[in-house]
Structure formats: structure tokens, C-alpha cells
């Protein structure tokens, strides 16, 4: 398949997810980032991370992706780690962090060398486009999961 038109694709629904039009629903921006830092932090009952949490997550994992596209080889998160979930205490940073991570990750998207998308991320065994894609997938899900958790919330409310 032609690399330029999947990574473009992928850039096109970043693009989406964060502030675009969605087919299902509301995008990230609407959705989640303009909820208040009471319905960000609130805990549920059963549920392990509260809004906030999963956004922190998110943004990680996007750093992630943009340290490796950028050439930062040694950089990397464990599993199950305070890097992997990081315990945010200001719902505007966690909102400008995402903020910032959905240019960082676009940009460093665009400038990755076509020639290199189907090399091998460092300290992984999957290729760069496997990665950019699976990031797309990581948000969507853990999307999901917000939605679960606000849901939740609105019913405790109601």
C-alpha cells in the first residue's frame, strides 16, 4: 500500500478525533476537554481512573509515539508505571498537555522521513506505522472508556 496515503489517513483522523467531525459522536475537544475538574476528578465506584487520569494516560502515550517519530531512541514508558499513569492534580494542565501533545504528535507525524515508516521503532518490535497507527487505536479506546466513566458520572448526578 502507498505509506504517504495511510500516514495521511492517520494525521486526517488524529486530526478528527481531537477537534474534527466524528461519525459517532462529539469530538475529544467537545466531549472531554471542556467538562469541569469536578466531573474530570471524580471517582467511580468499581472504575480504577477518573477522567483526568485517562487524559493524562492519553497524553503519555502520545509523547511516546512523538520522542520515538523525533529520533529520541532511549525514551520509553513501562507498563503499569507513573509514567504510564500519571496522577495529575490541575485539570488545565492535563487539558494543555493534551493540547499540546495533539501538535507535537501532527508534527512530528509530518516530518517523519516517508522512507522510514516501515523501520523498526527502538526498543520495540513493531515499525514505526504500526505505532502511529496503534496510537489512533490507544486513543479511541481509552475514549471509550471516558465515555463509560462520564456516563457514570451523569447517572450518580442525575
Known sequence: KNVKAIVKNISQQLHNFYEGDG???WNFNKKILTLSPADAFKKVQGLSHHIAGQVAHLTAW???VT???SGNSKFDIKDNSTQDWPEPVDWDQVREDFRVSQQRLLDAIAHFPAKNWNGTVPGRNYSFLF???G???HDYYHYGQIGVLLAAIR???A
Open 23 to 25: 461519525w459517532v459522536t
Open 62 to 64: 502520545r509523547n511516546f
Open 67 to 69: 520522542e520515538k517519530l
Open 131 to 133: 505505532m502511529v497507527n
Open 135 to 137: 496510537i489512533l487505536e
Open 155 to 157: 447517572k450518580i448526578e
